[in-house]
């Protein structure tokens, strides 16, 4: 894993006590193997891939220690209950705004700030 890479899965400072979790395509780069056979191994019965810790909409998400604990020979081990929050589309539908309204209203203080990000998606606690 190349220097910048780790950057990228360090936390930002501004986000105190956000959560960051990472996406199937960040849980196969970090775990050495092509995207695609992780994909498979997730719904196959040969290779035990862990179920995510989040959803964020549609969007699964694994923390950083269930990926680096995680090995494809290894055997399953207990998992947390999954824990789902809601993603933009669904913040949208509930305050009745705009796809870029939510933003505005998160910066003026009208809607609550997402808790948790799965890569690049935000999620709030339903």
């Given at each position: 894993?190349?220097?910048?890479?780790?950057?990228?899965?360090?936390?930002?400072?501004?986000?105190?006590?956000?959560?960051?979790?990472?996406?199937?395509?960040?849980?196969?780069?970090?775990s050495?193997?092509p995207?695609?056979?992780?994909?498979?191994?997730?719904w196959?019965?040969?290779?035990?891939?862990?179920?995510?810790?989040?959803?964020v909409?549609?969007?699964?998400g694994?923390?950083?220690?269930?990926?680096?604990?995680?090995?494809?020979?290894?055997?399953?081990?207990?998992?947390?209950?999954?824990?789902?929050?809601?993603?933009?589309?669904?913040?949208?539908?509930?305050?009745?705004?705009?796809?870029?309204?939510?933003w505005?209203?998160?910066?003026?203080?009208?809607?609550?700030?997402?808790?948790?990000?799965?890569?690049?998606?935000?999620?709030?606690l339903?």
């Open positions: 894993m190349t220097a910048a890479s780790v950057a990228l899965l360090q936390p930002d400072p501004r986000d105190a006590g956000i959560r960051r979790y990472f996406g199937l395509g960040t849980l196969a780069m970090l050495g193997h995207y695609q056979q992780v994909r498979e191994w997730r196959s019965e040969r290779v035990w891939v862990p179920s995510p810790d989040i959803e909409g549609r969007w699964s694994w923390s950083l220690a269930c990926i680096r604990a995680w090995s494809p020979d290894g055997a399953p081990y207990l998992r947390p209950p999954l824990v789902s929050f809601a993603d933009t589309a669904e913040m949208t539908r509930r305050h009745r705004v705009t796809r870029e309204a939510p505005r209203c998160i910066y003026d203080g009208t809607i609550a700030a997402p808790v948790v990000w799965v890569d690049d998606r935000p999620g709030w339903r």
